[in-house]
């Protein structure tokens, strides 16, 4: 059932394109260039969005949080569900609540899903599992279709709600009227595109990822930079280093790097950056060269053409701005993964873990 590949995990990294064109099924009309979600059309566009998420979740909500302000001109907040439910958030009548879980089950978002409806706030659930009870206590459903994820660290689930909340955003862009049709068009068009370019990119990825583990294998601690919508990637990107090769590692927004973590680095601590071709480069780059200062050595995902010397460029087909997280996305799970098995870890069922955490 792993389909040939040596762990659930590793199937359903690969499994990316597929789960971008099935999230995608039915919800883009060519003619218009417009983005159809029937199950969201008896909600008004939300003046606020409080996002409510744990985990692989709550980064894929971050992420969201730059496009939907951004392209879609909403006010947004993104809660870790554990906090958002006990601190007595104020919810203005005007908001709406959108929780996102992969298994629908987890404890703590489900219970920032009953706050809210009690405050009387309406509530979107973005879930993969049909049926299951944040969707089925949820006022609106948009399911992520990204089918069974069996490994524990959630990988091709946060594609999928990448892409949902892709789609959201051009949905309610549009309807706000924030975006024009050859805005929304472009992205759309970029967006289908992705599952041919991760086709291609996936096995040079994978390979690149296996190097740099034999590389990297004796470190025991790592800083994950990045900015902008690059930022909740480094955060996953370390959470799933730490998850299943049990390797410490941190994500910071890059421009917080001199607040604090940079004391930490010296030969021994590696840095793990995202360093695209976009509005962002120059100052990651600056970051960069603080962490080369103090000899820190620096793997940086990165486009051809830069002005970027670091010990390890990792070098990622270029993608306009929103869609570039498909393809850092794999590779950040890649590396996490090479590691893991390079270090005989049991990546699919990584030691104090479960699936989805039904307790607090
Ligand atoms: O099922 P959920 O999306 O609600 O799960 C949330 C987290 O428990 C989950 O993402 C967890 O962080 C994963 N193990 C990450 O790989």
Not at 129 to 140: H, M, N, T
Request: proline content about 6%; some cysteine.
């Amino acid at each position: 059932e792993k389909g040939g590949f040596k762990h659930f995990m590793l199937k359903e990294i690969f499994e990316q394109p597929k789960v971008i064109r099935d999230c995608l099924l039915g919800r883009v009309d060519q003619q218009s260039g417009q983005v159809r979600l029937p199950e969201l059309d008896g909600l008004p566009v939300p003046e606020r969005l409080h996002i409510v998420a744990c985990g692989t979740s709550y980064h894929a909500g971050l992420w969201g949080l730059y496009l939907l302000e951004k392209l879609a001109g909403i006010p947004v907040q993104v809660e870790i569900a554990s906090e958002f439910r006990y601190r007595d958030p104020i919810l203005p009548k005007n908001g709406v609540v959108l929780a996102i879980s992969q298994s629908g089950e987890t404890m703590d978002t489900m219970a920032g899903v009953k706050l809210a409806k009690s405050r009387g706030l309406p509530v979107i659930g973005l879930c993969n599992v049909v049926g299951s009870s944040i969707s089925r206590e949820s006022d609106y459903v948009v399911y992520s279709q990204a089918g069974p994820e069996i490994s524990v660290a959630s990988t091709k689930a946060m594609c999928s709600q990448l892409c949902a909340l892709l789609l959201l955003t051009l949905y309610w862009g549009r309807r706000s009227g924030r975006l024009d049709t050859a805005q929304c068009t472009a992205i759309l068009r970029g967006l289908q595109d992705m599952p041919r370019v991760l086709e291609d990119a996936l096995p040079s990825l994978r390979a690149e990822a296996q190097r740099l583990a034999r590389h990297y294998a004796e470190a025991t601690s790592f800083l994950y930079l990045g900015r902008g919508p690059s930022y909740p990637l480094a955060l996953e990107g370390a959470l799933k280093l730490k998850e299943i090769s049990y390797i410490h590692a941190e994500g910071y927004a890059s421009g917080e790097m001199k607040h604090g973590p940079i004391a930490l680095i010296d030969p021994r601590f590696p840095t793990f950056a995202m360093a695209l071709d976009d509005e962002f480069f120059p100052k990651v780059k600056s970051n960069l060269v603080e962490v080369q200062a103090r000899a820190g050595e620096i793997i940086a995902l990165t486009n051809e053409g830069l002005d970027l010397a670091v010990e390890h460029p990792w070098f990622v087909p270029k993608a306009q701005a929103p869609l570039s997280a498909f393809v850092v996305l794999p590779a950040l799970q890649l590396f996490a993964y090479e590691m893991a098995d390079y270090l005989g870890k049991d990546v699919d069922q990584p030691r104090n873990l479960a699936k989805s955490v039904t307790v607090e």
